[in-house]
């Protein structure tokens, strides 16, 4: 049986022997590895990449106080982007499956349709959740749209979520009880985050602090897009680092969503500010790559 | 000559796939020998008895006159490759016959079937190569065209065709050759069922008899497999303890299952899933299936508990946080609104009751979960927390009918709470202007008027719509559209007329639509239904809108009397008479109206006798439209006079 963290090794390794860059998780606070540069960014634009990732993703009003033995605050994705897609990518996907230890025959495995949007990002695309035994273990998308701008070569994005698969390949009913490595079990790593985080975003968290933190950071994002035109050497400027404000925009959205602190009607003109943002970044950097290239 | 086209894809989503294939068929054109078949990577299109080209045909080419110089004659013989001597003579030109040999076939469809392809039109397409590349509904990976086994070449986004097809992901090889003859055995070999009837049968084969029969479920199934096979699975019985309808929600919605049933009307602990593969040799697909469903009951009982905690009756208030629609504010609001229309409606206390709260479930982890459980939610935890059964069904039904096929409401509490629901909903987006316009009607208004014009008349509910609908035209026009719809199976004249006659109770509408519906189609009732039109007629022509009733000493003798008694008989007869023996006798009076019409004139010079027979025609007219407006009955059988 693999440990959590050989089922890492593993996926990095398969696809790394496929020409894609590994990289360590991005250190700022994302909703899903989709929102990390590594995707958002580099999906724009013609020039191919490929890249592996583990990205920690936080949702908020999805912590259980770690009493939930399926759903957390964190949870981990296998993010890849394969830009573009190679007319095998399936089979090349269930290859990484077989790689896994998962002898394919045995098992039933299914492609069901599930588009993918992200209005946070003007961002959109069409795909399937991969069922494996009933169990959703990837989200395959065909990216069609980012930051509201056609895609130039249209990337595979294929997110495998860890908790649930490796809890499917080590037959645990619980995330905590996954062995991480032996001896070591996800509940012992990660129990407490699950806990402290949960009663920070539910209970703690100051909603007024949190919408001034939401409007400095998006004010500071304004101000550097508002600078980016007029920039005498474009390819210096920071849009990396705009970007980092749009995502702590985007996770303190999340937040105060959990603190019950954005009503419905909010909550549609919140998302179209942070995808205003997002929009703003994804332009400046198509034009910033054309100016480079 | 036999052609073969098969579209390789990935997985297309299942829904779609039917009207994909009858598009398929209507695009390649009108033959009867054309089999269409798919699963859910191949679009198949299969014809026979194609020719083999063309016919061949002839073209007349005029050239020039008949006294023209040699030269250019000469001229226009070597343009057509012929000797002068060849050339015809007609209408004072020389001319020539071409043959055009017929194209073949072949030729043909390089050109048709990749524009076939491209027509399909589906409800979202996608690209997966460079910006301004092919599209599809998933990526095309494979073709296969076969005209008598030799290929068709063309190419579609990039693949071009061939003779070899791709097996089933995992019980077929990736590559392998196929004729017209050998296809859906070589397909067999590869681990596909092409048809989907049979792939149908087999699932219904292997499901255990006892599972609870859900057609749309199985629909899903056919199309999302290659090869199925149904395998089950036993969940904990200590899960029966959470309601049927959230066990079988979490089956049927999110895991594609279908339920079992004990027998006794409850559920048996066992499920039904369908693989994509030819079985479970090993258990695992079986034992997989039972984690995840472990797992999601697991929740279901977690958000069950946790939302126990708090009443629905304490959750009316949360409703403040909860927008209902941005200009029409929380569904706190709506709730006030709803309770006050219920009440109007003639509820009880139950029904009031259950109208306060019949939107708290809303604030619920269970429908926030599962959002097609909103309302039966809502009636299950308002029994559990005690609340009376009236209050309690009311609010379970109150969502009902959610289609045209669905039933109402139980209750009349449960009835008067899903008017007043829906009725608020129409009324409240009329007014801020969302309006349905053709096929956008993102807040389900024409299922909401549809669902209310149903409950009051299948429940023969007293409930002057009408009355509720504000005077506002629109509202109006747009409800009485759906209760067109609603009786759509009657004749659109007959419901014209009864329309006509009025709509303020429904359920009044449909006992005189089935009264005139009879009575149609007997001897005198088109022939006086003429007659009426002509009746109108000659109003409108008069401009006459005097409403008293003709003066009898001013009726002459004969037919125009005859009329009057006959029409004064029948008046009198029909007031007590259920709406199909009145419409019977009203047609009685067809022999007094056509003698009135020949030998009486209307248009008389004497002002008095003429405004009194149009009074006599007045009174006809009013009275006997009160059950259905004759005139907008579309006469088939005879020409009208006029």
Same mark, same amino acid.
């Given at each position: ?71 957390? +605050?964190?949870?981990?994705? *296998?993010? &890849? ?9 399936? !089979?090349? %996907?269930? =290859?990484?499956?077989e790689a896994l230890g998962i002898n394919l025959t ?22 399937w959740q991969v069922m494996l035994d009933g169990l ?60 402290? +985080?949960?009663?920070?975003? *539910?209970? &703690? ?9 939401? !409007?400095? %950071?998006? =004010? ?74 | ?383 559990a927390q005690g609340e009376p059964e009236a209050v ?251």
């Open positions: 049986m693999d440990s959590y963290q050989q089922i890492i090794f593993k996926l990095k390794n398969y696809w790394a022997e496929r020409g894609c860059v590994i990289q360590e998780p991005f250190d700022t606070e994302v909703g899903a590895g989709t929102m990390a540069p590594e995707t958002f960014l580099r999906v724009l634009g013609p020039t191919p990449y490929r890249t592996g990732y583990v990205q920690p993703s936080r949702r908020p009003a999805d912590g259980r106080y770690g009493e939930n033995p399926n759903r957390l +605050y964190k949870h981990q994705q *296998f993010q &890849l982007i394969l830009k573009p897609s190679p007319d095998d990518v399936i !089979d090349q %996907y269930l =290859g990484s499956l045995e098992h039933d495995i299914k492609l069901e349709e599930d588009n993918w949007e992200a209005p946070t990002l003007g961002a959109w695309g069409v795909g959703e273990i990837t989200q395959f998308t065909y990216f069609q749209q980012c930051g509201g701008i056609e895609l130039d070569l249209v990337p595979a994005e294929i997110t495998y979520g860890l908790e649930r698969l490796s809890a499917f390949l080590q037959g645990k009913d619980s995330v905590y009880d996954i062995e991480w490595t032996p001896g070591v079990t996800y509940g012992d790593v990660r129990k407490r985050d699950e806990l402290q +985080y949960s009663v920070y975003n *539910f209970e &703690l968290a100051d909603r007024d602090t949190l919408w001034k933190l939401f !409007d400095l %950071y998006e =004010g500071e994002a304004q101000r550097l897009l508002a600078l980016y035109p007029k920039a005498e050497q474009k390819e210096r400027f920071p849009l990396l680092a705009t970007y980092d404000q749009v995502l702590k925009c985007s996770n303190l959205f999340n937040t105060l969503d959990a603190r019950g602190a954005i009503s419905v009607t909010e909550r549609v003109a919140v998302i179209a500010r942070v995808r205003k943002l997002a929009v703003g970044v994804a332009e400046a950097w198509v034009d910033q790559s054309g100016v480079q290239a | 000559m036999n052609l073969l086209l098969e579209i390789g894809t990935e997985e297309i989503p299942d829904w779609m796939i039917p009207d994909a294939l009858a598009q398929m068929r209507t695009l390649f054109g009108p033959a009867e020998s054309v089999v269409v078949d798919a699963t859910s990577r191949r679009l198949v299109l299969r014809a026979t008895g194609l020719a083999e080209r063309q016919a061949d045909r002839e073209e007349y080419v005029a050239g020039p006159g008949l006294n023209a110089p040699p030269a250019a004659v000469e001229g226009f013989a070597r343009k057509q490759g012929v000797a002068k001597e060849a050339l015809e003579h007609r209408e004072g030109k020389y001319g020539y016959t071409r043959k055009i040999a017929g194209r073949e076939t072949r030729d043909l469809l390089a050109i048709s079937l990749p524009e076939l392809i491209g027509k399909i039109n589906w409800p979202k397409t996608m690209f997966w190569g460079a910006k301004g590349s092919a599209r599809f509904i998933r990526p095309v990976r494979w073709i296969v065209a076969l005209l008598d086994d030799k290929i068709v070449p063309f190419e579609f986004a990039g693949v071009a065709s061939g003779a070899e097809s791709s097996g089933h992901r995992r019980l077929g090889k990736a590559r392998f050759p196929v004729t017209f003859a050998s296809y859906e055995q070589a397909l067999r070999e590869n681990g596909v069922i092409l048809s989907a009837d049979e792939r149908r049968a087999k699932i219904l084969s292997e499901l255990p008899k006892d599972m609870r029969p859900d057609a749309s479920l199985l629909e899903t199934l056919v199309y999302l497999t290659e090869f199925p096979t149904v395998v089950t699975g036993e969940f904990e019985p200590s899960f029966l303890t959470l309601p049927s309808e959230v066990l079988s929600t979490v089956m049927r919605f999110h895991q594609k299952y279908f339920s079992i049933d004990d027998g006794n009307g409850g559920l048996a602990p066992r499920f039904a899933a369908v693989m994509n593969t030819s079985g479970d040799p090993a258990g695992l697909v079986q034992h997989g299936n039972e984690r995840v469903l472990r797992a999601r009951f697991n929740d279901a009982r977690f958000f069950w508990d946790t939302d126990q905690r708090r009443t629905l009756d304490a959750r009316v208030e949360d409703l403040k946080h909860v927008t209902f629609q941005a200009k029409l504010g929380n569904y706190y609001e709506k709730t006030q609104r709803v309770e006050g229309l219920v009440a109007i409606l003639g509820g009880d206390a139950h029904a009031i009751r259950a109208a306060r709260l019949s939107k708290a479930d809303l604030t619920t982890e269970l429908v926030k979960e599962f959002t097609e459980l909103q309302g039966v939610v809502g009636g299950l935890y308002a029994k309690s069904t009311a609010v379970y039904d109150h969502y009902k009918p959610v289609s045209m096929e669905d039933s109402i409401p139980r209750t009349e509490a449960g009835q008067f709470v899903a008017i007043a629901d829906k009725l608020d909903t129409l009324i409240g987006c009329f007014q801020v202007g969302l309006i349905p316009s053709g096929s956008k009607d993102p807040f389900a208004l024409r299922r909401a008027a549809q669902g209310i014009v149903k409950i009051i008349v299948e429940a023969n509910l007293n409930v002057p719509l009408r009355s509720y609908l504000r005077r506002d035209p629109k509202i109006e026009e747009f409800v009485l559209d759906r209760v067109r719809n609603y009786f759509r199976d009657f004749a659109y004249d007959e419901i014209n007329a009864v329309l006509a006659s009025g709509w303020d109770s429904l359920p009044d509408v449909r006992t005189r639509l089935i009264a005139l519906q009879a009575v149609r189609p007997t001897a005198d009732f088109e022939p006086l239904a003429a007659s009426f039109k002509r009746i109108r007629n000659i109003l409108k022509q008069a401009n006459f809108t005097d409403t008293a009733p003709p003066s009898t000493s001013l009726l002459e003798d004969g037919p125009e009397r005859d009329l009057y008694t006959d029409f004064h008989r029948i008046q009198n007869e029909i007031v007590t008479l259920p709406y199909q023996p009145a419409l019977e006798r009203i047609a009685t009076l067809r022999p007094a109206v056509d003698r009135f019409f020949d030998k009486v004139m209307v248009n008389v010079t004497d002002a008095r006798i003429r405004n009194n027979r149009l009074a006599l025609l007045n009174a006809i007219s009013t009275e006997f439209s009160k059950l259905a407006d004759f005139s907008e009955i579309v006469i088939q059988t005879q020409e009208t006079k006029v």
